[in-house]
C-alpha cells in the first residue's frame, strides 16, 4: 500500500523519496562550489537561509559546500494554510552590512515569487554587489516573475507539498521524503 501521512485535517502522499532529493542537491553544491571557487575569509559568500521553510536544505547546503562562507537568516512570509495570500510580511528583517557583498539566498520552494520579489527588492536597496537565488524546489507552471533563479534543485507541479523543511500549517517540517497533497 502507498504510504501516506496525515497533518492536520488533510492527508499526503509520497512523492519524491529523500535519496531523490539529496541527488539534487548534490548536484547543486558542486556547481556552488565552481561557480564561487573564487570566494576569500576576506570576501566571503553572505548565505541567506530563509526561515523556516529553507533551514533543512540550507543545512544541507553547508555540509556540502567548501568555499569560505558566513550564515545569515531571514524571514518573509505570504503563505496561510495551502494557498499564497499574495502580501509579504517580514517577520525577520535581513541582516545589516551586507552592502558590496555577493549574496546566496536559499529558499525552500518558488511558486508565485511574490516572496523572492520582495527579497530581491531588498537586497537591491541594501546595495549588494551581487545577489543569487538558490532554490530547492520551483513550480515552473506558477512563477512569472523577471527574477533570476540561478540555482533550482527541483522543478515540482503545481501541487501543495510538505516535508524536507516545507510544511502545511506548521506541521510536517521534520518528515525526511517530501510528500504531496492527496486530492
Ligand atoms: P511565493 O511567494 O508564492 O513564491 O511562495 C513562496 C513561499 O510559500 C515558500 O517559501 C513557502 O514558504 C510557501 N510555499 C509555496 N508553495 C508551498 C508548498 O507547496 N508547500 C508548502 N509551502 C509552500
Ligand atoms: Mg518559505
Known amino acids: 500500500m502507498e504510504h501516506k501521512i496525515r497533518l492536520h485535517d488533510k492527508t ?5 523519496p529523500n535519496e531523490d532529493i539529496e541527488k539534487a542537491i548534490d548536484a547543486v553544491a558542486e556547481r556552488l562550489n565552481r561557480d564561487y571557487a573564487g570566494a576569500t575569509d576576506e ?3 553572505v548565505m541567506i537561509c530563509t526561515l523556516n521553510g529553507a533551514i ?3 543545512a544541507e547546503l553547508l555540509k556540502r559546500i567548501q568555499f569560505p562562507l558566513v550564515l ?3 524571514k518573509l512570509s505570504s503563505y496561510v494554510g495551502t494557498a499564497s495570500t499574495g502580501v509579504i510580511k517580514t517577520e525577520v528583517p535581513l541582516p545589516s552590512h551586507l552592502e558590496g557583498k555577493r549574496v546566496l539566498v536559499v529558499e525552500d520552494i518558488v511558486d508565485t515569487g511574490n516572496t523572492i520579489v520582495a527579497m530581491m527588492q531588498q537586497l537591491k536597496e541594501h546595495k549588494v554587489k551581487d545577489a543569487r537565488v538558490c532554490t530547492l524546489l520551483l513550480k515552473s507552471e506558477v512563477y512569472d516573475k523577471d527574477v533570476k533563479l540561478d540555482y533550482v534543485a527541483m522543478d515540482i507541479p503545481n ?7 516545507l510544511d502545511y500549517d506548521e506541521l510536517g517540517r521534520n518528515i525526511k521524503d517530501i510528500y504531496v497533497l492527496d486530492e
Open 56 to 58: 533543512i536544505y540550507a
Open 72 to 74: 545569515k537568516a531571514c
Open 159 to 165: 501541487r501543495f507539498i510538505v516535508g524536507f523543511g
Open 12 to 16: 499526503f502522499k509520497m512523492f519524491i
Open 43 to 45: 570576501d566571503p559568500v
